[in-house]
């Protein structure tokens, strides 16, 4: 029985000091308690567990309980045990000069509302079905399931997502062309890895787009050349006249945050550019099943798969928590992604791609997509309905499909209107924001998320910006 206190519960680490075992047992829970190192609802291990941790006789520690309970700092239910009370236990007050900490800061800046893009209703992720769906597979996964497995991801998750990319996106994807990833992020980083090993050194992107994607290209060692952009989207045109582009990141489905879908004419023309000069396209399809007044636009893999490394992620359509997405890559390249991504990232979560999977398969996944198409859809008319009410000078671009809408401000407005959202408690981007540094500014804006706030904080958030609108 010697190491039965190895089983007994939970750890607490504690200082003891005083004249007695019992008092200082008490002193320390009051400075763990009143410092904010315990804080209020945590769970204390049992005295008995307490006891046998420490050394001490469990009727001491069952004592300095009962006293503290008596005291106001500790709470004792049956069923639930011994607790730190919900108390107001004063704080020690900071040094002078010190700065409050990270988490503070966050605390006090935190917005009422949000209106920021790039997130889903993340109130709105299907638990029920999720947890159906989990514990379908968790029950039928096989016990190698639990193991390291192939890099490229598990076969049950390729196996359908072949089958849905097809169907839903026109991707020509077979299984064993497909890799899963943890977020977009990582199989961007993967590529840009796979990019430098082949000698790349020049990757063109859009003049609007995500500032972390650029960053994490350019620390790969990748220079970054901007392609222009007019009313028609990007000009493709101009990729044969750059001279050691190696590869092109795109958004042409729904061009991020400008939102328009790549010309006919274009498309072809990348296509083209990659064929004639053996380079690669990079397609981010990060919200392709969101469209409201258009037929579907499909990706542009479907035009040529060895030319097109189609990327695609469950991080708008269910939550970007999941850390799910996938690449569909050239049959020429899947040895050397495979190589960097064992190199980096064995395996994703063997449990989260059998569960999407089972949650693909069964069609649970379509039928969240049609009911988040219809609830986003009801909110971007709200929103177009509320400027035009509102700031009939704001013109709203971008609005059939995805998750968010530009608003073109009159000329010297963005700044002034990003200020009074931020008094206003409104958490808002500026298209400013997003535009490749090698671009000179031409057009106000504001690039706004309009699924992602709950249900609850829509009509709220809504308000607060018609409030802000010139």
């Known amino acids: 029985m010697a190491e039965d206190w190895a089983t007994f519960g939970a750890d607490l680490h504690l200082d003891l000091r005083g004249p007695g075992l019992r008092t200082g047992l008490m002193s320390a829970l009051r400075e763990a308690v009143r410092s904010g190192r315990l804080e209020a609802g945590v769970r204390l291990p049992s005295s008995r567990s ?65 209106l920021k893009p790039g997130m889903p209703d993340l109130a709105s992720f299907p638990r029920a079905e999720w947890l159906k769906a989990s514990r379908r597979a968790l029950t039928a996964a096989p016990h190698e399931a639990f193991g390291y497995g192939d890099p490229r991801g598990r076969i049950e998750l390729r196996t359908v997502l072949a089958e849905y990319l097809a ?28 990019l430098r090993a082949r000698k790349v050194r020049e990757v063109a992107v859009e003049s609007y787009g995500l500032d972390v994607h650029w960053e994490l290209l350019t620390r790969a060692g990748l220079r970054l050349p901007a392609l222009p952009f007019d009313e028609l989207g ?35 023309a990348v296509i083209d550019w990659a ?16 469209r409201y007044d258009r037929q579907p636009v499909g990706a542009l893999q479907g035009l040529d798969p060895e030319r097109v490394v189609y990327m695609g992620t469950s991080s708008k359509s269910l939550a970007p928590g999941l850390r799910l997405a996938w690449m569909v890559v050239p049959e ?23 569960t999407f999977a089972e949650f693909l398969d069964s069609g649970a996944y379509d039928r969240h997509v049609r009911a988040m198409r219809l609830r986003y859809r009801r909110r971007r008319d709200e929103l177009v309905a509320a400027v035009a009410a509102h700031s009939p000078e704001t013109r709203v671009s971008g609005i059939a499909a995805g998750l968010h809408a530009v608003l073109r401000l009159p000329p010297g407005q963005e ?21 490749h540094p090698d671009v000179p500014p031409t057009q106000d804006g504001l690039v706004v998320g309009y699924a992602t706030p709950p249900d609850s904080g829509w009509s709220g958030a809504l308000a607060a910006l018609c409030r802000v609108l010139p």
């Open 50 to 114: 307490l006891a046998a941790d420490l050394g001490i006789a469990r009727n001491t520690v069952a004592d300095a309980y009962a006293e503290l309970v008596a005291e106001g700092w500790l709470t004792a239910r049956q069923g639930s045990g011994t607790r730190v009370a919900r108390r107001a236990v004063p704080r020690r007050p900071a040094a002078s000069g010190v700065r409050p900490t990270a988490a503070a800061r966050r605390d006090a800046a935190r917005p009422a509302y949000s």
């Open 234 to 268: 990007t000009r493709t045109q101009g990729l044969p006249g750059m001279k050691g582009v190696g590869a092109v990141l795109m958004t042409a489905a729904h061009q991020f945050p400008l939102g328009g879908a790549l010309h006919p004419d274009r498309r072809a």
């Open 275 to 290: 064929r004639s000069s053996g380079g690669l396209v990079l397609e981010d399809d990060y919200d392709g099943e969101f």
């Open 167 to 194: 169907r839903a996106r026109g991707v020509h994807a077979r299984p064993e062309r497909i890799v899963i990833c943890s977020g977009f992020v990582h199989g961007l980083m993967l590529m840009a890895q796979v």
């Open 332 to 354: 020429s390249l899947v040895d050397e992604v495979v190589a960097e991504k064992g190199q980096v990232d064995w395996v994703s979560s063997s449990l989260e791609q059998l």
């Open 415 to 435: 700044r002034a209107v990003l200020r009074s959202a931020a008094w206003q408690g409104l958490a808002l981007r500026g298209l400013d924001r997003f535009r």
